[in-house]
């Protein structure tokens, strides 16, 4: 079964910090772009990142609102992403998901973790 | 960015309605549009890719049209699991936005 599961999320501190992983399972990792796309409470969906495949050099990209505070990473060999999450603000609560990057959808996200919640309170 | 704008923001329909969502993108954006389906407390999920390429397993009452910067999307007969909130996205060129979302419910 072509799977993602998300975990790390919880309760941080403002200017604390938090590492998201997301476990994929069932397709062959390395070949798609993944990204991170988070929901603040009852609020729409924003674009957190992007990290693609080694035959684009795994370069990242990130959303203007966390460049510089999240830093996305994978691991092909563990079929694993990360989202490093730094200097953690109070608008950064929201549940993020791990999406993947569907290959023949121009680029839309075909599959979805189930969401991890991050809550950034003191 | 390329701003996505979305209407209505809800609506209220009936089972066996037609009902039709429209997205507007602030700049061309070719067929890079794609629409999900979300339920209270799950993930969204894929309904369309490509302005009108329905995704594997979703139902033909889904269609979606358009190219350039207005597109829509229409559900033919509305069945009861269809009341969920639906959001375009454009992924013609980073950063990737969505729109705002329409809650469709009874």
């Known amino acids: 079964e072509v799977q993602l599961v998300d975990s790390g999320g919880g309760l941080v501190q403002p200017g604390g910090s938090l590492r998201l992983s997301c476990a994929a399972s069932?397709?062959?990792?390395?070949?798609?772009?993944m990204d991170w796309v988070r929901q603040a409470p009852g609020k729409g969906l924003e674009w957190v990142g992007r990290s693609r495949k080694k035959g684009k050099s795994y370069t990242t990209e990130h959303a203007a609102s966390v460049k510089g505070r999240f830093t996305i990473s994978r691991d092909d060999s563990q079929r694993s992403l990360s989202l490093q999450m730094n200097s953690l603000k109070t608008e950064d609560t929201a549940v993020y998901y791990c999406?993947?990057?569907?290959?023949?959808?121009?680029?839309?996200?075909?599959?979805w973790g189930q969401g991890t919640m991050v809550t950034v309170s003191s | 960015d390329i701003q996505m704008t979305q209407s209505p923001s809800s609506l209220s329909a009936s089972v066996g309605d037609r009902v039709t969502i429209t997205c507007r993108a602030s700049q061309s954006i070719s067929t890079f549009l794609n629409w999900y389906q979300q339920k209270p407390g799950k993930a969204p999920k894929l309904l369309i890719y490509?302005?009108?390429n329905l995704q594997s397993g979703v139902p033909l009452r889904f269609r979606g049209s358009g190219s350039g910067t207005d597109f829509t999307l229409t559900i033919s007969s509305l069945q009861p699991e269809d009341f969920a909130t639906y959001y375009c996205?454009?992924?013609?060129?980073?950063?990737?936005?969505f729109g705002g979302g329409t809650r469709v419910e009874i």
């Open positions: 996205q454009q992924s013609d060129r980073t950063p990737l936005t």
């Open positions: 490509a302005a009108s």
């Open positions: 069932g397709f062959t990792f390395s070949d798609h772009y």
């Open positions: 999406v993947r990057v569907g290959p023949y959808s121009q680029d839309a996200f075909d599959i």
